[in-house]
């Protein structure tokens, strides 16, 4: 291994851990107060403690361990030393609040009627710290090494596969936990999914123009000078005229797509303009790798 390949993995843990000690705070503060359930590997460890007061962090350990070499063999080891990182530090911060919470060190947030408020936090905290764990190649175990081999072999949105899977855990808690709570729980994990894709993938949202134009070659030196952006021009050919075209492809932050238009406008007013999303550009002018 070389020292820089070492010198990059060690980068990546002290986020890891970060985003660990947020999920687990978000875990205690908000969730387990509240008698709320999670999906996953975690959810189980929350019944298991609602049921037999077994400690979340040696249960979520413990359920953890036999899928660490499914990661192995699917993620890598790379991977799978960020995942056993993050699955550590999950277990160290939940017994560090559980240590806190037990000497009165912090006192969690407990909802005597309305949940809403609770479930809200639930979700902002427990999506914020997992999509800095997921963000920085890391899992925190259960369901999160499955929707990460989802995202490398099928493209899934991790967030989605997230949310389908604990789905089903936290519906089989109807038995246990009362249906007012299970279906706040619902909402905490929507919101949970939602914050991880806007910190994997909404930081660096950009949007993208296909422009169909007689003026490209124009199009693309005003692009040039006044927004100080990169355009590519693509030959291309009629479908039904059977005429040659041209084609510019841009991508520019969300708030200048006002501008690129009106630039686009002001040279070929009848331009053809396809505009998509994107969620991650990485080169020039955008992130680096």
Known sequence: MSTVQSSVRLQAVPPIMLGSAIYAFGLHYFVISNELMEGGITGIALLLNYIF???????????????????????????????????????????IMEWLIKYQWIVPFRSQHDYFLATAYAGLTLGT?????????????????????????????????????????????????????????????FIT?????????????????????????????AITAETDRGATILPAIGGYSKLNKNIVYCVVYRQEMKRLKDLTRSIDPSAFIIINEVHDVLGEGFKPE
């Open 193 to 221: 999914s939602k914050v991880i894709d806007i910190i994997i993938e909404g930081a660096y949202a950009a949007r993208a123009f296909t422009i169909i134009t007689d003026h490209a070659e124009k199009l693309v030196e």
């Open 53 to 95: 007061q077994f400690p979340p962090s040696l249960t979520t350990f413990l359920i953890n361990v036999p899928l660490f070499g499914l990661g192995w063999k699917f993620l890598g080891k790379e991977s799978m030393i960020y995942s056993i990182a993050g699955t550590l530090s999950l277990s160290f911060f939940l017994w």
């Open 129 to 189: 710290g997992l999509g800095i764990v997921f963000r920085f190649g890391g899992t925190t175990g259960g369901s999160d090494i499955i929707a990460r081999i989802g995202q490398k072999w099928k493209g899934w949105s991790m967030g989605q596969v997230i949310l389908i899977f604990d789905g089903l855990v936290i519906g089989s808690a109807l038995f246990f936990i009362p249906k007012e709570k299970i279906l706040y729980t619902f909402v905490a994990v």
